[in-house]
């Protein structure tokens, strides 16, 4: 029988893989903090409704006069705040919406780089799994070989 050969033994020389959440979150800074905070409460259903709570509330006083008019119809007062609001929310909407995708950017790249670490070990597994299995043929013609002889001393069973 020859000795089979085995590949040599995998060396892992890549460095861990780190949570791209939190190496993203570890470089942010307070302003990017500050967009992504009042995205949060912004794109939510508690704004909306509080928003439109408050505007239906502005205009229904002013309406009916229960305290002094100091926004008679058509509202302007109410559309400067509300534009001006937009004016401030939608770049830091931008913000937050271009981080993100730096941010997808970051986690294909990732991705990537773990896909081609696991095909890497699948590759050495699949070797050494050939090789078991080339032993594996060796032994077991090596056994049928052994069963086949007669060996002194030993009674066949």
């Given amino acids: 029988?020859?000795?089979p050969k085995f590949p040599p033994p995998y060396r892992h020389n890549h460095a861990p893989v780190r949570n791209i959440n939190e190496v993203i979150s570890e470089q942010l800074t307070l302003g990017q903090r500050a967009a992504d905070?009042?995205?949060?409460r912004v794109g939510s259903w508690g704004f909306v409704i509080g928003q439109s709570s408050?505007?239906?509330?502005?205009a229904l006083l002013n309406v009916t006069a229960w305290i002094r008019h100091w926004d008679p119809y058509p509202f302007i007062l109410m559309n400067l705040v509300l534009s001006l609001q937009?004016?401030?929310?939608?770049p830091m909407i931008m913000m937050s919406q271009n981080r993100q995708a730096a941010r997808d950017r970051i986690e294909?790249?990732?991705?990537?780089e773990i896909n081609l670490k696991a095909e890497t070990e699948i590759q050495a597994i699949m070797e050494t799994l050939d090789a078991q299995n080339i032993a594996i043929a060796e032994l077991h013609s090596l056994i049928e070989d052994l069963r086949g002889k007669h060996?002194?001393?030993v009674s066949p069973s």
């Avoid at 408050?54 to 502005?58: C, E, N, S």
């Avoid at 937009?86 to 939608?90: K, S, W």
């Avoid at 294909?108 to 990537?112: C, E, K, L, R, S």
């Fill in 151 to 153: 060996i002194p001393g």
């Fill in 86 to 90: 937009a004016a401030y929310t939608a």
């Fill in 108 to 112: 294909a790249h990732n991705d990537y």
């Fill in 37 to 40: 905070w009042v995205v949060a």
């Fill in 1 to 3: 029988m020859t000795k």
């Fill in 54 to 58: 408050l505007l239906g509330i502005w």
